[in-house]
């Protein structure tokens, strides 16, 4: 059974920094691409920032340049350097992925629990 683990959350004044991770843990074949999302209260859960196995990475224009996402393929981890945080980025961070758990099976997705981000000073 696969699982992802997310850690890292917290609270942080506008301008700090924090850095998600997430982990993925079970009988796992192959990770393909690794992504974060967000959801604000009230409001639908949105793309942050992908990276797919090979290293290319793509990311929300609303966190451009203050966002880095990377990944480390050895420890099937991802993780989220979040830089000059502001207000507007107050969310449950939710880490996914898609795994290929046995070899010719089917790519399924993966999602962590969650973990809440809050900026505020």
């Known amino acids: 059974q696969v699982q992802l683990e997310e850690s890292g959350g917290g609270l942080v004044q506008p301008g700090g920094s924090l850095r998600l991770s997430c982990t993925a843990s079970g009988s796992i074949f192959n990770i393909y691409t690794m992504r974060w999302y967000r959801q604000a209260p009230g409001k639908q859960r949105e793309l942050v920032a992908a990276?797919?196995?090979?290293?290319?990475?793509n990311s929300a224009d609303s966190v451009k340049g203050r966002f880095t996402i990377s990944r480390d393929n050895a420890k099937n981890a991802v993780y989220l350097q979040m830089n000059s945080l502001k207000p507007e980025d107050t969310a449950v961070y939710y880490c996914?992925?898609?795994?290929?758990?046995?070899?010719?099976?089917?790519?399924?997705?993966?999602w962590g629990q969650g973990t809440q981000v809050t900026v505020s000073s």
């Open positions: 996914n992925a898609r795994i290929m758990v046995v070899v010719g099976d089917r790519v399924r997705d993966y």
């Open positions: 990276i797919t196995s090979t290293g290319t990475t």
